[in-house]
């Protein structure tokens, strides 16, 4: 099975370290991104990679290679600008003819990538989504009320909890006809709801474990530091 990497963007929230260097590059408890999410999933016996990149996208083709130095098998889809996580995607699309893993290039995680695919496979969906449990603080009061105004229940500043996108994805490849070609494109805005309201069946999988978007600076520093006192 192949594993495609979604490291194409700009990384504009990780400015100015991105004017110079793509994000999936950036160290991370001193290792490029790219290279620690390579070798996460080949403990999971992943062998062949798609990175599909796009800014400073030689800097990625010449750290990485051909992915032999990491005793992997690489090959890059290419485009000359950022497409969205979808666009990005669908660069992808030549080199899958079967079940496939994507992951958005920007997280790090413990998931079990094993049970997600099984979890897949039972499933017999279009697609299946990692998702993770997150909670926002409500700064307010939460007040409920009837059909009258009479107000029936009152919680001061509530937690409200919700499944999130945890941007790790098994796919079959059918899903690539339901991505436009060649412009920017979203799963999360524009795929998966057009896969909803078509009947596809789009599945979900959840289990606890960590996970960290290294999205901006703040997560970067986080994130870094989790893993240099971990030592993993």
């Known amino acids: 099975m192949k594993a495609v990497l979604l490291v194409g963007g700009a990384g504009t929230r990780m400015r100015p370290l991105t004017y110079v260097v793509p994000k999936c590059l950036l160290p991370v408890g001193g290792k490029p991104l790219v290279q620690r999410t390579i070798r996460y999933l080949e403990g999971y016996g992943f062998k062949e990679f798609v990175l599909c990149v796009a800014y400073l996208k030689k800097q990625v083709i010449d750290a990485i290679g ?15 600008h950022p497409l969205g996580t979808a666009g990005q995607l669908k660069t992808a699309q030549p080199y899958l003819d079967d079940t496939f893993l994507a992951m958005n290039g920007d997280i790090v995680t413990d998931l079990n990538i094993g049970h997600l695919l099984a979890s897949h496979r039972r ?25 009258d105004s009479r107000i029936v229940a009152f919680a001061e500043k509530p937690t409200i909890s919700y499944l999130a996108n945890a941007g790790v994805y098994a796919m079959e490849p059918k ?12 799963l999360e805005t ?12 789009v599945n979900s999988y959840f289990e606890e474990a960590s996970w960290a978007d290294v999205g901006s600076m703040a997560d970067f520093e986080r994130v870094n530091d989790q893993v240099l006192a971990s030592g993993t």
């Open 66 to 80: 051909d992915g032999r130095e990491l005793g992997v098998d690489v090959v890059y889809a290419e485009s000359e």
């Open 123 to 147: 499933s017999k969906g279009i697609a299946t989504l990692a998702v993770k449990k997150y909670g926002v603080k409500i700064p307010y009061g939460h007040i409920t009320v009837d059909d």
């Open 175 to 186: 899903l690539m006809d339901y991505i436009p070609e060649g412009r920017q494109a979203s």
């Open 190 to 201: 524009e795929v998966f709801p057009l896969l909803l309201s078509k009947g596809e069946k």
